[in-house]
């Protein structure tokens, strides 16, 4: 998660406002409307547009006053994902990732209204779990995957015809980032022959892997697929640590091979480090082995208690707030670094350096081509900017949230599940949560996880219970549910010993 500083910040506020302040113009509503109109041919006339604007036409003397009032609009857009001059533009223009992402938040903004934060027309970002199979046995597997899932539990994935439909189905509606996980995905049999197809739409692809199975072959292939970035799993600097979390003696050692191969295949590398309990000594110990393993950076995941994570492996409001402070200490000394923890921007508004923020965890890899500042994304994603697909097509709102199936995609169409699902609908108005959540005055950067709330309290539009400012509801639950209940935590050689 990168850091800009408060005079960037102003300027993309300010941008925002005069975006706001233009589409409240009626004039400029119908430009609009008339730009998201398809012609004959069935294709859109903002499409057009950014044709004239990929050519160096684009501001073509002949242009229409509807023409230039959309170029304006886009113009606006495009400098608010960090496109600044007219050679960017006419470069970027023609990228499908950026097409689809201006086209997203102008349908968005026609759709949906200019809110804050924004509600994008179609996720900006889908994680697809695309296989239950992996190789591991970890202690948290929010899928449940691998020689651990119950028998009772269905293994019915898609086909690879509908894997590939669903891949058309992604890059037809305008989202343009598609992020493989799993299970293992390079476990799935037909994962190569998927992600050529996600290549040749032009989706921004990235992918989440245990890292044990990435040879410098595999990495090199990888490499020719141009993923965005690929992100390997590690727990923990030391190996026995690693080891007993995923389930598997020698897990370490082959994802830090892996690592290494992604690294030497110029592969934009990321280290995943889910903190918890029996980890959260280390968190200084993995940003500097992020550092020396030449990763681009470290990404610090929330432990959700869901699949086979236990609520026990939780941390206390009080040690994720202590953990916070050294992710931001770590930001404010150059440091790179995301975290699923909608808190981190939270925390920077109230830390000792105004003058920085976090970006989106949405700006993980190539930020300049796909990132959202935190002003427009804010915070949790859910309902708004991100949704998930399960190994057997079902739709649900997040990755971490399973048992909440909103559709399936062999029957349902994504974007109808987007724009007119209950559960989505409800979630962006975060002025309804309850708890601190509702009332917070850092709700619209943050939001709270809503996949925490649910598995604690039953509820998504209840507290986040990682968040200082919820502590009283958190100890409200946290012995019923198993949780820890303050104190240090337990220690992984503690763990060892017993």
Not at 89 to 102: E, L, Q
Request: aromatic share 10%; charged share 25%.
């Amino acid at each position: 998660m990168g850091l800009i500083v408060t005079k960037q910040r102003l300027k993309k506020q300010t941008d925002f406002l005069k975006f706001r302040a233009l589409y409240g113009n009626p004039v400029v509503r119908k430009a609009v409307a008339y730009a998201l109109e398809r012609d004959k041919g069935g294709k859109m006339r903002l499409e057009r547009i950014l044709d004239d604007i990929a050519s160096g036409d684009g501001r073509r003397r002949k242009a229409g006053l509807r023409d230039r009032i959309v170029r304006k609009m886009v113009d606006m857009v495009m400098k608010g994902i960090g496109i600044e001059d007219e050679e960017q533009a006419r470069f970027y223009a023609s990228h499908p990732n950026i097409r689809r992402t201006v086209i997203n938040a102008l349908l968005g903004a026609h759709t949906f209204g200019i809110k804050f934060p924004f509600i994008f027309y179609a996720p900006l970002m889908i994680v697809w779990n695309i296989t239950w199979r992996c190789n591991l046995r970890c202690r948290h597997c929010y899928e449940d995957a691998g020689p651990l899932r119950e028998k009772g539990l269905c293994w019915d994935e898609l086909s690879t015809e509908e894997k590939l439909a669903f891949v058309d189905e992604v890059a037809e509606n305008y989202i343009p980032a598609l992020s493989f996980s799993g299970g293992e995905p390079l476990i799935c049999p037909d994962f190569w022959k998927v992600v050529e197809r996600a290549r040749e739409r032009g989706l921004y692809i990235s992918m989440n892997t245990n890292g044990t199975l990435i040879t410098p072959e595999v990495a090199r292939r990888l490499k020719e697929l141009d993923l965005a970035y690929v992100a390997v799993s590690l727990d923990a600097p030391v190996p026995e640590v690693h080891d007993r979390f995923r389930g598997v003696p020698g897990a370490w050692e082959r994802a830090v091979q892996g690592i290494r191969n992604c690294v030497e295949a110029g592969l934009t590398t990321v280290i995943s480090f889910t903190i918890n309990a029996t980890n959260l000594r280390y968190l200084k110990d993995m940003m500097r082995l992020t550092e020396e393993l030449g990763a681009f950076r470290l990404m610090v995941y929330n432990i959700i208690p869901v699949g086979r994570a236990g609520f026990e492996l939780d941390l206390t409001p009080e040690q994720r707030e202590k953990a916070l402070k050294e992710m931001y200490d770590y930001l404010a000394e150059g440091g790179s670094l995301c975290t699923t923890a909608p808190q981190l921007g939270r925390f920077c508004k109230m830390g000792e350096r105004p003058d920085l923020v976090p970006l989106a965890h949405l700006g993980t890899g190539k930020a300049k081509e796909l990132g959202i500042i935190a002003d427009i994304v804010g915070g949790c994603g859910i309902a708004r900017a991100y949704m998930a697909v399960q190994p057997n097509g079902d739709i649900t709102p997040c990755v971490y949230m399973p048992e909440v199936v909103l559709g399936n995609v062999k029957r349902d169409r994504l974007i109808d599940i987007w724009h007119n699902h209950p559960f989505l609908k409800e979630l962006r108005d975060r002025s309804t949560y309850w708890g601190n959540c509702g009332t917070c005055d850092y709700k619209e950067v943050c939001g709270g996880c809503r996949a925490r709330a649910f598995h604690y309290f039953g509820d998504a539009k209840g507290p986040d219970p990682g968040c200082i400012l919820n502590r009283k509801f958190y100890y409200e639950v946290a012995e019923k549910v198993g949780a820890p209940t303050g104190g240090r935590a337990q220690e992984p050689a503690a763990e060892a010993a017993s």
